[in-house]
């Protein structure tokens, strides 16, 4: 590793001295909506860099945290068995346009504007006796659209500071599509030349060069490299300053991969670029944009490998304006860390597992990825609907869901770290929604009190701003069975909530029936999943599957460090019921509770293949026809074809069983 940082710096440290000036070449195109008729799937952009896009462009507001879910469904193609955490509804939503508008509402003219829609859904229904009956219960949702006024020029991004650090750890070595860790032994495996051909460094490598491809002249860029030690090849400087061709060769040519990874080592150096810099200090978050780009496999095992410490140094960076993204390489990317690291203010990751695959979800959206417009939105419900018993039961989309407390009336409902912009439609915005489950109050009295929500947020010029709306819901006015959907947008974010929540089920009840290799099979394992004890009285059958017995879904246990504080375990997140006519009606879809801990004790995750137990196969092929209802419904036939490729690609894993009720 020393020689290869002493060949690194030898061969382009020299470019920081380098007078030339090359100014950077922008594609400078026009943003262009491809019509593709009605009832198409989303709509294919070009982001244009800089002022030069059109101004009769229009955008709304997208969440940060996840940008995807390509980790997991490299990971299902691949036959691997993803991580929870590699599905989340903030990442499956960024696939998809939300339309969340009434025609009673007057465009928006605002920097945002939160779309209010209500949806009363009833949950999967899997036997006829379902069809009508009164003892199935009905959800009651309220979709938040992330709507704009913005125009393109008015969300064109800042001239921007930007520092790369790079992974270049002996798991980036490995190729793209394997997993670096053997799977039985935990071991670094020896790789064939075929194999070693195309790996998560070149990958890695294409995707800074992606990078570099979008910035303009007036923008400052900085190289790190980083294994078990770092390095600075480039010092951060304009890239009028820079030779930007032979900047990219010397990367491609040059960067190899080697050593252990110690991230926060990385990190730190990236982070003493920026704030060493005192022209980059000087300016505003106005005026320009401060960012580090962490390009990495995120398997830590050197230095401070803690979600703790990496997570204090990406706080500590947004405090001072210093702000991240993560673009995680190669199938096992380790979304369960970094998904814990992302839940802060001005950041977002995304995985990618080809130069292509960086083109579409990166480089092409690059402007808008790098310049977060609103930050720290708070939504609250006014005391006088709490008090006639209106309740916020769950929050999907906020990329904080951890940090979510339904019992708290005096602090804000739910805090959404930063908003970016997202391309907006005739079907909507992109990745545009956020999903609240709510509970009406239980008297007619109380119900004529309406829900009234208080959005608060802070823009890049740090001016707070407030609007406050009453939702109308007609309670008094909604079936008696059946269902009700305000807008298209509404009726798809039920369906992905509960998509996603279907597929993370699944997947963490498979990581606790066989917590690690060596598998055991035990629900005793440190791969089982655990909710803190304030979560066992209400979440499982209470707020959820509420017709179904509790003792079916968790299991009380006490932490043997701590005898006075219980713990829920989880028995099942996916519940079918059987042939009796007493029993529940509906499939059980139990979320995964926030928190949710995993007795895991290291981040460098290893394959497994994928498996499917019985009971997850059965709750999967009757989510299946629910899934091409409700595509059908709101008209976007690449929902239903993607999102069903999933279910029959996990679907297909069956035979024999292997002793323990799974498929492979």
């Not at 005192?278 to 490998?305: F, H, K, M, W, Y």
């Amino acid at each position: 590793m020393k020689t290869n940082m002493a060949r690194l710096r030898a061969s382009i440290a020299g470019l920081a001295a380098l007078a030339l000036i090359f100014p950077a070449v922008v594609g400078g195109r026009d943003l262009r909506q491809e019509e593709e008729g009605e009832g198409a799937g989303p709509t294919t952009f070009t982001i244009a860099s800089g002022p030069s896009a059109s101004a009769e462009a229009d955008f709304g507001f997208a969440t940060g945290g996840a940008q995807d879910v390509s980790n997991f469904r490299a990971n299902i193609k691949a036959g691997k068995l993803p991580l929870p955490t590699d599905v989340t509804f903030g990442g499956v939503v960024k696939d998809y346009f939300f339309d969340t508008s009434s025609p009673d509402q007057a465009p928006c003219q605002e920097l945002f504007c939160p779309r209010f829609s209500y949806a009363l859904s009833r949950p999967p229904r899997i036997s006829p006796r379902a069809e009508g009956d009164p003892a199935v219960p009905r959800d009651l949702f309220l979709t938040v659209g992330l709507d704009s006024g913005m125009t393109a020029e008015q969300a064109a991004r800042k001239d921007i500071d930007l520092v790369v650090v790079l992974d270049i750890s002996g798991s980036m070595f490995s190729p793209f599509d394997r997993y670096y860790y053997d799977p039985d032994t935990g071991q670094e495996r020896e790789l064939t030349e075929d194999e070693a051909r195309v790996t998560k460094m070149k990958v890695a490598v294409e995707a800074v060069v992606g990078a570099i491809e979008k910035l303009r002249g007036n923008d400052r860029l900085g190289v790190v490299l980083f294994d078990d030690d770092a390095c600075v090849p480039k010092g951060l400087e304009r890239l009028a300053c820079t030779d930007v061709d032979r900047l990219k060769r010397e990367i491609r040519r040059d960067v190899a991969a080697s050593g252990g990874t110690d991230i926060s080592l990385g990190y730190d150096r990236g982070t003493a670029e920026l704030r060493g810099c005192r022209a980059c200090s000087r300016a505003s978050l106005a005026e320009r944009e401060r960012r580090i780009l962490l390009v990495t496999d995120a398997q830590p095992n050197l230095g401070d490998t803690s979600e703790s410490g990496l997570l204090a140094r990406i706080r500590a960076n947004a405090a001072e304006g210093i702000f991240t993204t993560v673009i995680g390489v190669g199938l096992d990317f380790n979304t369960e860390l970094v998904e814990a690291l992302v839940a802060v203010r001005g950041a977002n990751y995304f995985s990618v597992h080809t130069p292509g695959a960086f083109k579409e979800r990166v480089a092409d959206r690059f402007d808008l990825i790098v310049n977060p417009l609103v930050f720290d939105l708070t939504l609250a419900v006014d005391p006088e609907s709490v008090s006639a018993g209106w309740k916020v039961l769950a929050a999907y989309g906020t990329g904080a869901d951890e940090e979510f407390d339904e019992g708290a009336s005096d602090r804000p409902l739910i805090e959404i770290p930063t908003l970016f912009p997202s391309p907006k439609t005739a079907a909507g915005v992109r990745g545009g929604v956020i999903l609240l489950r709510v509970s009406a109050p239980n008297n007619d009295g109380a119900a004529e009190t309406p829900l009234r929500v208080t959005a608060s947020y802070e823009d890049r010029s740090e001016q707070r701003r407030e609007v406050t709306r009453d939702v109308p819901f007609p309670l008094d006015r909604m079936p008696d069975s059946g269902e009700l959907y305000q807008s298209s947008g509404a009726r798809k974010a039920v369906l992905l909530a509960r998509y996603t929540d279907l597929l993370r089920g699944w997947l963490a009840a498979e990581w606790q029936r066989c917590g690690a290799p060596p598998a055991t099979c035990s629900a005793d394992d440190h791969g089982a999943w655990y909710a803190p004890a304030q979560q066992c009285a209400t979440w499982a059958g209470g707020r959820y599957c509420e017709n179904w017995p509790r003792d079916d879904l968790v299991r009380a246990v006490t932490k043997q460090e701590d005898q006075s504080e219980d713990e829920c375990a989880v028995r099942s997140f996916l519940a079918v019921p059987g042939d009796g006519a007493g029993g529940p009606s509906s499939l059980c879809i139990l979320p995964l509770p926030p928190p949710l801990v995993r007795r895991l004790g290291r981040w460098e995750r290893q394959s497994r293949p994928l498996t499917v137990s019985d009971d997850s196969a059965r709750a999967l092929e009757l989510f299946a026809p629910y899934l091409a209802a409700q595509a059908q419904a709101v008209g976007d036939p690449e929902l239903l074809e993607t999102e069903r490729n999933v279910l029959s690609s996990v679907l297909q894993r069956t035979g024999a069983g292997n002793g323990d009720g799974a498929r492979r």
